[in-house]
């Protein structure tokens, strides 16, 4: 097959995608049957045999050989004798198929993930909206446990707790309670995703924690997060490697799965990000009577949130409006009809899930 032949037949299966994702997107039960319980633990099987054991974080090897083939395509067509309109087409013509190439890859490998059944659906809850003038309660009905899993943790005292406190074996403790949350729920989790700490500021300059490269199979955090955020952000990225593209599924799958663990360091993190979550929204409510609740918080709790806010300065983010511009986009283009808004989808779920666990009915 010579190369014009193959760049047809890349474009012409990314349109026989395109209409599979189409038709596939009004029948869930059978992408999660077929792909997402079918073809994707097999594709994750591949991936974690294989590129898995990389010393290097692979997004890099992959970003620098993609770059180096689209500067290819943009040059080869130009080096000819051709006429401009010639040159202009060849070169569109390699654009295209291209982007056949990046989009057939990115929907087999991972993406059909977003069609799957609703986590709720398969688990039998209903997410439970929650008014904005209940946030506060729900702030102040969870401070006794946070404040509970952050006095059992080891040599804790009033300072912000640091990287010293963490364990040793952090990311395989991550990992192992992913997979138990998801196979309890008969979910195929039996290989292990690989974790990649990226170097610091790397994402975060982006306003981005993590990201899972579905092209690579590898759940990536940016290492500049401070320690307290590591739990939930590597936990929410393995719930991604594991099948999941629902941003609010992934953060309850870690909230699911850390929220009973046997780490000190890592259930206070888990529960401390929940809270977080909660304050965020309720500040955007009323931000001056949150300021006032914030400061008769206990002073261990003070200091960590204070830790958290001032790492997260060291990294000023690059094009903030753009980044969100183009994530929420992307989330809609997936069918999330709320895109990033579908990050705050974690507290409905949240919510739905311990009210069925209490028996309550809403």
């Not at 500021?201 to 759940?219: H, M, N």
């Not at 507290?347 to 309550?360: A, Q, W």
Request: glycine share 6%; net charge positive; proline share 5%.
């Amino acid at each position: 097959m010579n190369r014009t032949k193959l760049k047809i037949f890349f474009i012409c299966f990314a349109v026989f995608t395109a209409l599979l994702r189409y038709i596939a997107s009004s029948n869930p039960q059978a992408v999660e049957a077929l792909y997402s319980k079918g073809l994707f633990p097999c594709i994750r099987w591949i991936f974690d045999h294989t590129i898995h054991y990389s010393f290097i974080p692979m997004i890099f090897v992959f970003l620098f050989f993609g770059i180096l083939y689209l500067m290819h395509i943009i040059v080869r067509p130009f080096r000819s004798k051709h006429s401009l309109l010639s040159k202009l087409k060849r070169f569109g013509f390699s654009l295209i198929s291209f982007l056949a190439i990046l989009y057939t890859s990115f929907m087999w490998l991972w993406g059909f993930n977003y069609l799957r059944v609703p986590v709720e659906q398969s688990m039998s809850f209903e997410p439970k909206p929650i008014l904005v003038k209940d946030l506060k309660s729900k702030l102040v009905a969870r401070l006794p446990e946070l404040m509970a899993a952050r006095k059992v943790i080891p040599g804790v005292d009033a300072m912000a707790i640091d990287t010293s406190y963490m364990p040793p074996d952090f990311e395989e403790k991550i990992r192992t309670h992913i997979q138990d949350c998801l196979i309890k729920y008969d979910y195929p989790a039996h290989t292990d995703v690989q974790g990649r700490f990226l170097p610091k500021g790397i994402l975060l300059r982006i306003k981005t924690a993590g990201v899972y490269f579905p092209f690579v199979g590898e759940s990536n955090i940016d290492a500049g997060l401070h320690p307290l955020q590591y739990s939930e952000t590597l936990a929410h990225e393995f719930s991604h490697g594991y099948g999941f593209g629902d941003e609010g599924t992934c953060s309850f799958i870690a909230y699911l799965a850390l929220k009973d663990s046997d780490d000190p360091f890592i259930r206070y993190s888990l529960l401390l990000d929940y809270w977080r979550t909660l304050a965020t929204n309720y500040l955007r409510y009323d931000n001056e009577d949150y300021r006032a609740f914030r400061g008769t918080l206990p002073i261990g709790l003070i200091a960590d949130l204070d830790a958290i806010a001032e790492n997260r300065r060291k990294y000023p983010s690059i094009f903030p409006n753009a980044r969100n511009v183009i994530y929420d986009s992307y989330l809609k283009a997936q069918g999330i009809e709320e895109g990033l808004q579908n990050y705050n989808r974690v507290i409905m779920l949240v919510e739905g899930y311990e009210g069925k666990e209490l028996g309550v009915r809403y």
